[in-house]
Structure formats: C-alpha cells, structure tokens
C-alpha cells in the first residue's frame, strides 16, 4: 500500500464521518486539478491514482446529492 492510499484511507473516512457532499466535491476536483501536473511531468503511477480517487469521490458525492434529494421530497 502506497502513502498516498493511506491518506486518501483517511481524508475519505473523515469525509465519510463529516457527510457533507460539498466536501467530497471539492476534494474530487482538487485531485483531478493535481493529477494534471503530474501527467504533464510523467509521473503517470500517481496521476492515475489521483484521478481514480477523484472519480470516487465525485461518485460519492452525487449519491450523496441524490439521496438527500429523495429525502426532500
């Protein structure tokens, strides 16, 4: 296991514990927005993690959205 599975471990649990979905939004797209430098220097290994992590926690985000938008309505 990498450092940087171990903290995304954490950083996800603590979002997970906070549930708010803006949260998860925010730190998928600072991520993404980091996986990109680190394409452009071909550090590919980190880069995809980066983007993986990103799209779960975008994915997570909006099922977050929509099942508070179920308990809404």
Do not use: C
Not at 19 to 34: E, K, P, Q, V, Y
Not at 35 to 64: D, K
């Amino acid at each position: 296991m990498k450092p940087q599975d171990i903290v995304f471990i954490i950083v996800f649990l603590m979002l997970l514990w906070k549930r708010r979905d803006s949260w998860f939004t925010i730190a998928g797209l600072i991520l993404l927005g980091l996986a990109i430098p680190l394409y452009a220097s071909w550090t590919f290994f980190t880069a995809q993690r980066f983007v993986i992590y990103g799209a779960v926690l975008l994915t997570v985000s909006i099922i977050m959205q929509l099942q508070k938008k179920d308990k809404v309505q």
